[in-house]
């Protein structure tokens, strides 16, 4: 393997704390292949790439990039990155197959190994215990718009936290809440594909609600462990000055920051929200709001690009999640339009907006209680070949990793309380309905021999972890 620690070390320009986590994160289905392996049940998503028309070229995660087999080589390639933690997810239907009942064994057994391997390395593993990836079954069942999949989700954490709670001090929930709620069951852009409004705020509520059940779980049985959420946040401006604009980006503001924000963090939902969405007959319990208040001790941020609205009539949202898109994933607010603001854009059509990163942590602490966060993703996709060599000049994502880092530098400076960056993604692997012709990783992967080659952006980031910070502004 090519060292990527090559080069001498230098005192940073913009230099990060002693102890900040250097980190990239994966998930489960996206790399770990070996679908019908080790006892695996199937999942909303082995379903859902099977659907015609749902995903771009009818791809699946059923090899993706075989980490279930090559985790010890990917292990490798962390620790030659210089990581100081890797943030993976934990596929349910590979610990609990049919999402109630009977465990795993095999399944359990393979996190075990990649923890310890992990651990061996001098990495920290930040597992997350949710990402998007439902038993069927439970699907069958109804999926999270009914409230008994919160509690089969917090049976499993727990269950899986008991394995490994002595060897992992930092864990995670959900990832996403709003994709899994919104994409899942209002627009059906993702997995398990349902386009039912109402199901989908009763989805977001489960979410959150399983989300502090098994915090509450999981913190009875190792309380010293760390328990947080990610959750997508973007930065919301309107078009123009028009009122029309401004309560667009009210709108979407609430639907995707505030309504996971302010149950998660103070208790409640936002009013606002709730008079937008009322015709769902959407009316949450105070019981339920106290669960889901649960003290965590770190929040997760996954941050992309910032979304610029107009509240007038126009052609219908592109919500670019899904090559195949045609309904809104916003409940109440079908009317809002998102506008191009004229920046660049990444190759998943993302404006790139270091700024709105800046914004989004700025008013974390401004506005919500004091909790610690971390960037639990931050990254570029791209349509990418190598070069004959087989490696990747990826200057774009070098160059939207470092904005973005420097954002966070500045957000640092600035008291917020920021403790960690996981870049996503590792490797490249299985975007979603996208299929695999998006990229993301530090690491090319070649699909066909599953030949591991580091992109630039992996030596560039090697270079930023072991000198603890940022060069002078290129
Ligand atoms: O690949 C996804 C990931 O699974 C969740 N957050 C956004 C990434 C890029 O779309």
Redesign the pocket.
């Known amino acids: 393997m090519t060292s990527l620690q090559d080069d001498t070390s230098a005192a940073p320009a913009a230099p990060f704390p002693t102890g900040f986590r250097w980190g990239a994160a994966t998930?489960a289905y996206?790399i770990e292949g070996a679908a019908g392996e080790g006892g695996r049940g199937p999942s909303i998503w082995d379903t859902f790439c099977r659907t015609p028309g749902k995903v771009l070229n009818a791809e699946t995660g059923d090899v993706a990039v075989d980490h279930y087999h090559r985790f010890p080589e990917d292990v490798a390639l962390m620790s030659d990155l210089g990581l100081t933690a890797y943030r993976f997810s934990i596929s349910w239907p590979r610990v609990q197959p049919s999402g109630a009942g009977t465990f795993n064994q095999d399944g359990l057994d393979f996190y075990r190994r990649l923890v310890d391997e992990l651990l061996e390395a001098g990495i920290e593993p930040w597992p997350t215990l949710y990402?998007w990836d439902l038993p069927q079954p439970l699907e069958d069942k109804g999926g999270w718009p009914e409230r008994e999949t919160a509690h089969r989700f917090a049976e499993y954490a727990a269950h899986v936290h008991a394995a490994l709670g002595d060897r992992v001090r930092n864990w995670m929930t959900v990832?996403?809440p709003w994709?899994a709620a919104f994409l899942g069951y209002a627009s059906g852009d993702h997995a398990p594909g349902r386009r039912d409004a109402s199901a989908s705020l009763l989805a977001a509520h489960h979410l959150m609600l399983g989300h502090g059940l098994a915090v509450e779980a999981m913190r009875a049985r190792y309380p010293d462990n760390s328990f947080g959420v990610a959750v997508?946040l973007y930065a919301v401006s309107p078009a123009s000055d028009d009122p029309a604009d401004r309560d667009a980006a009210r709108r979407v503001d609430g639907l995707q920051n505030r309504l996971f924000l302010d149950p998660l963090l103070l208790g409640r939902y936002p009013e606002d929200v709730l008079a937008d969405t009322a015709r769902l007959g959407f009316t949450p319990s105070d019981a339920d709001l106290t669960i889901i208040n649960q003290p965590i001790d770190q929040l997760g941020i996954?941050y992309?690009s910032r979304h610029t609205v107009a509240g007038t009539p126009g052609e219908a949202a592109q919500t670019a999640s899904s090559p195949f898109s045609t309904h809104s994933p916003w409940p109440g607010s079908d009317h809002v339009r998102f506008v191009p603001a004229g920046r660049p854009v990444t190759g998943m059509g993302w404006e790139i907006d270091e700024r709105g990163l800046y914004e989004v942590l700025t008013r974390l602490h401004r506005e919500y209680p004091s909790v610690a966060l971390y960037i639990t993703?931050n990254g570029a996709?791209y349509d990418e070949t190598p070069d004959d060599n087989g490696t990747v000049q990826d200057l774009g994502r070098i160059a939207y990793l470092d904005a973005h880092l420097r954002a966070c530098h500045d957000a640092i400076a600035d008291g917020v309380p920021l403790r960690g960056y996981f870049t996503?993604s590792l490797l490249d692997n299985f975007?979603?309905a996208w299929g695999y012709s998006k990229r993301?990783g530090l690491v090319h992967v070649d699909y066909a021999t599953q030949r591991r080659v580091p992109k630039d952006s992996a030596r560039w980031y090697a270079g930023v972890i072991r000198q603890g910070g940022l060069p002078e502004r290129g």
């Open positions: 998930a996206q990402h990832n996403e994709c997508n996954n992309y993703e996709g996503w975007e979603w993301f």
